[in-house]
Structures are given as structure tokens and as C-alpha cells.
């Protein structure tokens, strides 16, 4: 009997050793390994901040009045910058005070002394050529705002929505 539980534990002992033997050997070497493409998809993103009120200081009949506003723009892509006024209540470019309009349109320009053209229904480039992509501050647009009253234009607060849009051709 001893001379059997020698034997078994010689052979549970070898087989130690084996186990041993057989992790040590892989501690220490290597494998060929792998390799992997990642893909990362850099999504468009065009973001426009824009204040939400331009006020044009009292003008008087005869007389053009003038403001200007700041659009931020930040776009990771080559950006066109459009203007209308809102196609619902004003389809006509004009400014309103209740129901009644201006004679003229509201008028948009890169500077306080133009060119001036009128805002339109209708989504205009405002720069006509598409603008650079921007840093992650953004450029700041100034828009200059026009408006001239005619003798024939009732006194009034008159008011009209300009809406912004970009686009990234």
C-alpha cells in the first residue's frame, strides 16, 4: 500500500511539474497577433447662432434707417449662408405693422452702405460663393439691415421675420 501511495504521488507530482512547465513556457512568448482598421465616421455639422432681435432706429418719411446684426457660424465643411423673410406672413419682403406693409422691402448688405437687396420669400446666398469651414470658434458675420420709408407709409411699429439657413453644398 505504501509503495502504491508513493507511486500515485509521484504521478500527481509529475503532473505538477508538467502544468508548470507547460504556463511558464507561455508567460514568456508570444503569439503572432492581429491587427484591426477602426473606422470613424466625422459626421457634417453646421450650427448658426442668430440674435433674436435687430431693431432699425426711428426713420423718418424719405429717409432710409439702418442696423446691423451678428450671425455666428461654425461648419466643418466649405457653407453657404442664405436669408428670406418668413414665406407665411411676410411673403412680400416687407415689414408689417397689424396687416398693413411698407412700401418697400426690407433690404440686407455685407456693409452699412450697401449694395443693398431686397429680402425675398425666397432663401438668397447672401455672400454668393460658398465660405470656408470654419475653427471650433466659428466666424461671426455682420448683416446689415436697410429700410426706407416712403411719405405714403402710415406711422407705426412695423415689424417682419428674417430667417437664416446654411447649407453645406
Known amino acids: 500500500m505504501k509503495l502504491g501511495m508513493g ?12 502544468l508548470i512547465v507547460v504556463v511558464a513556457a507561455g508567460v514568456g512568448s508570444g ?8 473606422t470613424v465616421l466625422a459626421a457634417a ?12 432706429a426711428s426713420t423718418g418719411p424719405g429717409a ?10 461654425k461648419s466643418n465643411k466649405p457653407y453657404n449662408l442664405q436669408i428670406r423673410s418668413e414665406p407665411t406672413a411676410y411673403a412680400n419682403g416687407k415689414a408689417k405693422f397689424g ?24 432663401y438668397a446666398n447672401i455672400f454668393g460663393a460658398s465660405q470656408p469651414k470654419t475653427t471650433g470658434l466659428g466666424v461671426s458675420h455682420e448683416i446689415f439691415y436697410q429700410q426706407c420709408i416712403e411719405w405714403a407709409d402710415d406711422p407705426g411699429s412695423y415689424t417682419i421675420v428674417v430667417e437664416y439657413l446654411g447649407t453645406q453644398p
Open 99 to 122: 396687416a398693413v406693409e411698407l412700401t418697400n422691402a426690407l433690404q440686407y448688405g455685407l456693409a452699412g452702405t450697401g449694395p443693398w437687396t431686397n429680402v425675398t420669400s425666397t
Open 45 to 56: 455639422s453646421l450650427d448658426i447662432t442668430v440674435p433674436p432681435v435687430a431693431a432699425i
Open 7 to 18: 507511486l500515485m504521488r509521484m504521478v500527481k507530482g509529475a503532473a505538477l511539474a508538467a
Open 64 to 73: 432710409c434707417g439702418t442696423t446691423s446684426t451678428t450671425i455666428n457660424v
Open 31 to 38: 503569439a503572432p497577433g492581429g491587427s484591426q482598421t477602426v
